[in-house]
């Protein structure tokens, strides 16, 4: 069983999600879709120095260094492309996705909770529908296809704004970041073994299947083959202090031929100075920091 830890109003939860059933069906493993409030999250951790949006910051991209926002959007736009899906940003992102997500937890089975999250981030995030509407939530419950045929939609929607459905949001939410130690999303879990963000899915499979994934990118560079003609120069900036510059200078010479790479160092500290992040991003929080540890361990 994997978990899938989302918020509907995430663009890389969606991603997640167009992805996430053909990945059970490949592994014969089942998802059981854990609903969880991205702003809950971020309030969760504020106390540990992970930043908080301030007053007419809409979204958690907004209180991003306008370099690192500059390259999320590329980023997000990229993979786009690579996943080969649609997505429209919402008029009105970020959407409160919270009677959306109560509406998932009102359902009893998994497979119908799935079914109905991937109706939601379509609605959300192709269709461009407003989530918040009780009308719009009754007509996606009611054309999505459920294992349960006695469910009555009306008296679903009407159980998803009761007061236990309200509180098991909440209290999934605390439980993700307090027990799961959960920082973002999107997130999974399988055996107990976490795994964060959408480009992290090959990782996920491998794990399950102990066989490389067919959803690999990046996974020829992984091995030993000729470099690609390259008649430009690739700038490749790095810190010796960096884990993850340590890693990528392991692979870029099986991308290009070593005479065709600029190596340019620089200091990791001035850096992180001059954008006003904490000299360590990763340390935010000591939830991302038990993370980051783990995926290095893997590496």
Do not use: M
């Not at 167009?18 to 089942?30: C, E, M, N, Y």
């Amino acid at each position: 069983e994997v978990e899938f830890w989302f918020d509907v109003v995430c663009p890389y939860a969606y991603l997640a999600s167009t992805q996430i059933d053909v990945l059970a069906i490949r592994t014969g493993v089942s998802v059981k879709p854990r609903p969880i409030l991205l702003g809950g999250i971020y309030q969760l951790l504020a106390g540990e120095g992970q930043e908080k949006k301030k007053e007419g910051e809409k979204s958690f991209v907004d209180t991003l260094n306008h370099a690192k926002r500059n390259y999320t959007a590329k980023d997000l736009q990229r993979w786009i492309a690579y996943r080969n899906v649609e997505l429209n940003f919402h008029p009105q992102h970020p959407l409160r996705t919270v009677k959306a997500l109560r509406l998932i937890l009102a359902l009893k089975n998994d497979r119908d909770k799935l079914n109905l999250t991937l109706n939601l981030f379509r609605a959300y995030w192709v269709q461009n529908l407003d989530i918040t509407n009780d009308s719009v939530l009754l007509s996606i419950l009611q054309n999505t296809k459920l294992t349960d045929q006695s469910l009555n939609s009306t008296q679903t929607l009407q159980r998803s704004n009761s007061e236990s459905i309200k509180s098991k949001l909440f209290q999934q939410t605390e439980y993700g970041v307090k027990e799961k130690r959960i920082f973002g999303v999107p997130s999974f879990f399988y055996r107990n073994e976490f795994f964060y963000g959408q480009d992290r899915l090959p990782a996920l499979e491998e794990r399950i299947t102990s066989k490389p994934s067919p959803d690999r990118p990046l996974s020829t560079l992984l091995l030993p083959h000729p470099p690609i003609p390259c008649s430009t120069t690739l700038e490749f900036f790095s810190s010796l202090s960096s884990p993850s510059a340590y890693l990528s200078s392991t692979l870029i010479s099986n991308l290009v031929p070593a005479k065709s790479i600029t190596w340019t160092p620089i200091l990791l500290g001035a850096l992180f100075r001059n954008i006003g992040t904490p000299n360590e991003p990763q340390a935010a929080s000591r939830n991302r920091h038990r993370w980051s540890g783990r995926v290095y361990q893997g590496a």
